[in-house]
């Protein structure tokens, strides 16, 4: 099956600061999205890019689907933005089941 | 709005006890979907319905059966649950099976004591 992976696996950031996450898959998907998990456990839909570019404020996302990676940018991170964040890729032939990377845990502190 | 909705947000129930989780949904989307999350892990898919075809995963053990009434609303049913099954049980929808994105719900955080 299709695999996927993501990184860093945990960072830390003081609040203001910058970052990128990574998510690589291994072969062609029809779907690609960004969650970010909340600490009472709710998925909350970032973006829903199997491919381009989209931004929506302080995140914005890339997905180049021929080099099967994509990219979460979040600028000027607050301490809300803590949390885990999961990329999840589907494939039509698998009836789209969303499969997911391991998460990046993302901690901002004040 | 629109949205999915999980009932209840936390369920305690005892070893080998039935339990039922409920998921319903606005949208009137014709896929729903039940994840399991255990902690620390990623949400892992369980089976989902498109309409009333069930469609279960090869790993999903025969002790989790589901039933979809009508297109609103969906049940996760565990016959008998062992301490394995604490987890987060997470429902999602989407339009169709397809280039379309999936919407969850806010799940149930199900505790077997």
């Known amino acids: 099956g299709i695999q996927v992976e993501q990184s860093p696996p945990d960072l830390i950031l003081q609040e203001g600061a910058n970052s990128t996450l990574r998510c690589n898959f291994s072969?062609?998907?029809?779907?690609l999205q960004w969650f970010h998990q909340n600490p009472w456990g709710q998925l909350i839909n970032l973006f829903y890019?199997?491919?381009g570019t989209k931004q929506n404020g302080r995140l914005s996302a890339t997905t180049v689907a021929t080099e099967r990676y994509s990219l979460l940018y979040i600028s000027s991170s607050q301490t809300t933005d803590s949390g885990v964040y999961f990329c999840?890729?589907?494939?039509?032939?698998?009836?789209?089941?969303?499969?997911f990377g391991a998460g990046t845990i993302l901690r901002v502190k004040s | 709005d629109a949205m999915v909705i999980q009932n209840p947000r936390y369920q305690v129930t005892q070893f080998g006890k039935p339990v039922t989780l409920s998921c319903s949904q606005t949208?009137?989307?014709?896929?729903m979907y039940w994840y399991q999350q255990k902690s620390s892990q990623a949400p892992k898919l369980l089976f989902h319905?498109?309409?009333?075809?069930?469609?279960n995963e090869a790993d999903t053990p025969d002790n989790f059966q589901s039933r979809r009434p009508n297109t609103s609303f969906c049940f996760l049913d565990i016959r008998s649950p062992g301490l394995g099954d604490a987890a987060m049980y997470l429902c999602?929808?989407?339009?169709?099976?397809?280039?379309?994105?999936?919407?969850f719900g806010p799940g149930t955080r199900l505790t077997v004591l």
């Open positions: 999602a929808t989407s339009p169709v099976l397809a280039y379309n994105e999936q919407f």
């Open positions: 999840a890729v589907g494939v039509a032939e698998y009836g789209n089941k969303l499969v």
């Open positions: 890019i199997p491919s």
């Open positions: 949208l009137n989307h014709n896929v």
């Open positions: 319905y498109y309409d009333k075809d069930f469609n």
């Open positions: 072969d062609s998907v029809n779907n």
